[in-house]
């Protein structure tokens, strides 16, 4: 969890300070001193795992989109070789047409 320092009061993401604390004595009568560090502990783990859980699927989203992007100029160049292709042909094609048509002089 990231400390935002918002004036004086540091503020846990939308939880400031008093509501923390509140929170710490209302979790610390309920389960008692001795529990508060494996909670404690558990809750890291939950965290650290949702937290690598929510890296893949980001890391997962931005290559899909990557590779999105990558098909997409893959198209694009296959488009323009085909364009070039088809150009250089008409290229060829139409001086041979014009000597063809020409009488040869003797």
């Known amino acids: 969890?990231?400390?935002?320092?918002?004036?004086?009061?540091?503020?846990?993401?939308?939880?400031?300070?008093?509501?923390?604390?509140?929170?710490?004595?209302?979790?610390?009568?309920?389960?008692?001193?001795?529990?508060?560090?494996?909670?404690?502990?558990?809750?890291?783990?939950?965290?650290?795992?949702?937290?690598?859980?929510s890296?893949?699927?980001k890391r997962t989203v931005e290559d899909e989109v990557a590779a999105e992007e990558i098909r997409g100029v893959e198209k694009d160049l296959r488009e323009i070789k085909t364009a070039g292709v088809d150009t250089l042909k008409k290229a060829i094609e139409e001086p041979a047409a014009e000597t063809a048509q020409e009488p040869i002089e003797p």
């Open 1 to 53: 969890m990231r400390l935002y320092c918002a004036g004086r009061r540091v503020v846990f993401g939308p939880l400031g300070m008093p509501e923390i604390i509140m929170i710490f004595i209302v979790g610390l009568l309920l389960f008692g001193p001795r529990k508060m560090p494996q909670i404690g502990r558990s809750i890291g783990r939950a965290l650290g795992e949702f937290r690598r859980a």
């Open 55 to 57: 890296n893949e699927f």
